[in-house]
């Protein structure tokens, strides 16, 4: 991908899932890569996004950056009559307020240097509404908002740009499923199956090189479909498969 050789890219919540993946793919393209973690590898900098000391802190050390990856996030299931003050505050503080304190102190360096490329991890979870995970939903509704209202306010130095993958395939998620529910699951998907984290890492690969220079205060989907109709256009729907 054209542009990324030598450039530094900080990724949060980088030690797993799709996280590493964009690690190891910017690495792959030559980048250097300085993993944000609660628990990071080596060569990493501990950092729990949710508190804006730790961030600043950690945004002190990484100085000069050309890309930070937002990708940092949790989310919970539960009905939202049963969301306790602590999650609903957790989940606030990690996914919405923690990549916004990542964005503020990675676009101060980013403006005051040579600019960058910031990328926001939301999801369809940001576009469409889901059963028993109020919170996590707003958090990413949240997101696209702050993408825009960014790419505004620092254009044309920073480019900032939101993700929204669909379901995409963990270890940590692979677990939670019965071979039956990951099935049920590919099932409602147009393309059949779960993405791969490595599509995602592409993605912000793609997102962050000299190839995307035209890309500011963008949302872009990666869902395999998953959003592209409507109930009705379901396996079964009129004209759908069943039909
Ligand atoms: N997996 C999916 O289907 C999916 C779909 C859409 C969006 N996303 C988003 O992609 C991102 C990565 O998710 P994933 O599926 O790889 O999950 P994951 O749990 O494997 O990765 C999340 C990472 O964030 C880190 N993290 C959580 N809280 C943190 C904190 N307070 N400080 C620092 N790091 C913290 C975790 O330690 C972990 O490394 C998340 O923002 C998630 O909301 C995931």
């Known amino acids: 991908m054209k542009g990324l050789a030598g450039k530094r890219v900080v990724v949060t ?9 964009a690690a190891q793919r910017f690495r792959d393209e030559g980048a250097e890569v300085i ?3 609660r ?5 990493g900098i501990a950092c729990d996004v949710s508190d804006r000391d730790q961030v600043q802190q950690a945004f002190a050390l990484v100085g000069d950056l050309d ?21 609903w505050d957790e989940v606030v503080a990690t996914n919405l307020s923690g990549a916004f304190w990542a964005a503020q102190a990675a676009g101060r360096l980013m403006l005051k ?3 960058g490329v910031i990328i926001n991890t939301a999801s369809t979870n940001a576009l469409v509404g889901y059963r028993y995970y109020a919170d996590y939903n707003a958090t990413k509704a949240g997101l696209v908002a702050l993408t825009k209202s960014l790419a505004l306010e620092w254009a ?20 939670e499923y019965t071979p039956e529910m990951l099935a049920e699951v590919n099932g409602r998907i147009p393309l059949g199956r779960h993405a791969a984290p490595e599509e995602i ?18 949302v872009i989907v990666m869902d395999g479909g998953e959003t592209a109709g409507s109930v009705i256009s379901g396996p079964g729907g009129p004209g759908g498969p069943g039909a």
């Open 113 to 115: 240097g040579r600019g």
């Open 201 to 218: 890492a592409g993605l912000f690969a793609y997102l962050a090189s000299d190839e995307a220079t035209y890309f500011t205060g963008a």
């Open 156 to 175: 044309p130095k920073v480019r900032v740009n939101a993700v929204c993958p669909g379901y995409v395939l963990t270890p940590m998620q692979e677990a």
């Open 35 to 37: 993993v944000l973690a």
């Open 39 to 43: 628990r990071p590898g080596p060569g």
């Open 13 to 21: 919540g980088g030690s797993s899932g799709i996280g590493a993946a």
């Open 67 to 87: 890309v930070l990856i937002n990708n940092a996030g949790l989310s919970v299931r539960n009905p939202a009559l049963d969301i306790a003050a602590e999650q």
